[in-house]
């Protein structure tokens, strides 16, 4: 199977992130992907003022471009993420749609940003979001999928949740900020990967955006091994990568941790 990421600059304008975003899937499905991953919230980044007041129902405006982008195209499509609004309040939500435009998966984003970088500045994302409760994979071709989404790259035991389920590809759209994607981006990436003998794609954001903030980019396919087999580096781009599950299968049977573990010890 193979994955085309989009490496967008979203910003506040929703009309415009549409516009680049097509032009992204369009580009990666005349490549042949068979599954397009956005990056979190492709729709529209700003403030969490912007985003709450950005906010949409599902479905709503930019899902049912989706859906009619992944109808079109002829691909699955994972739209990075959007703030979803709901009647309790807003969280940060994945949608993915098949080949024929229908929804297929949803999922909240688990665990919230909720940190202070070196310089002092900080980002309160559970102040604008309710975090999501429960993992999600679906099946897309020959493979179980995984969901998650940026900052749950920091917690192993939802990608051991996700490989307890079936999941063999996990898809993380993003927005690290380049303070902490420079050191901690790729090594997570290729931790979860090995960990769960998995491919992850990941799909950020790069550059400035709201209040002179700025993403890592950097988005990247990690194979069961642990080794990048193709990234973004800077700027607005696109990439396509095969997964192969006889690969997968392999590396499981040289590796056996997920059979390794001491349950009776760890749960």
């Not at 939500?93 to 688990?110: C, H, L, N, P």
């Not at 970088?117 to 559970?126: I, N, V």
């Not at 099946?139 to 990608?159: K, Q, S, W």
């Not at 954001?205 to 990048?228: I, K, L, N």
Request: hydrophobic share 40%; net charge negative; proline share 4%.
């Amino acid at each position: 199977m193979k994955i085309g990421l989009a490496q967008l600059n979203s910003r506040q304008d929703k009309a415009e992130n549409l516009a680049a975003a097509e032009a992204a899937v369009e580009r990666l499905a005349s490549q042949g992907a068979d599954l397009v991953l956005l990056p979190e919230m492709f729709n529209h980044l700003g403030s969490d003022e912007a985003n709450a007041e950005a906010a949409e129902t599902i479905p709503g405006p930019s899902t049912e471009w989706a859906s009619r982008q992944a109808r079109e195209k002829g691909v699955y499509l994972h739209c990075g993420s959007i703030i979803e609004r709901r009647a309790d309040g807003n969280y940060n939500t994945s949608v993915v749609f098949d080949r024929s435009g229908a929804e297929i998966a949803r999922y909240s984003k688990i665990h919230l940003f909720d940190i202070v970088l070196p310089d002092g500045s900080e980002y309160r994302e559970s102040q604008s979001i309710r975090p999501g409760d429960r993992p999600v994979v679906f099946r897309c071709e020959e493979f179980t999928v995984g969901l998650a989404i940026c900052y749950d790259l920091r917690f192993p035991e939802l990608f051991r949740a996700l490989a307890d389920l079936g999941a063999e590809v996990v898809l993380l759209p993003a927005a690290f900020t380049v303070a902490t994607g420079m050191y901690h981006w790729e090594p997570l990436l290729r931790a979860r990967a090995i960990e769960n003998g998995c491919y992850v794609a990941a799909a950020g954001q790069w550059g400035q955006w709201a209040r002179g903030r700025q993403t890592y980019g950097h988005s990247m396919v990690v194979d069961p091994w642990g080794t990048v087999i193709a990234q973004c580096r800077e700027g607005v781009s696109t990439l396509t990568a095969e997964v192969d599950r006889d690969y997968l299968r392999a590396v499981r049977g040289r590796m056996p941790v997920l059979q390794h573990r001491r349950r009776d010890l760890f749960g």
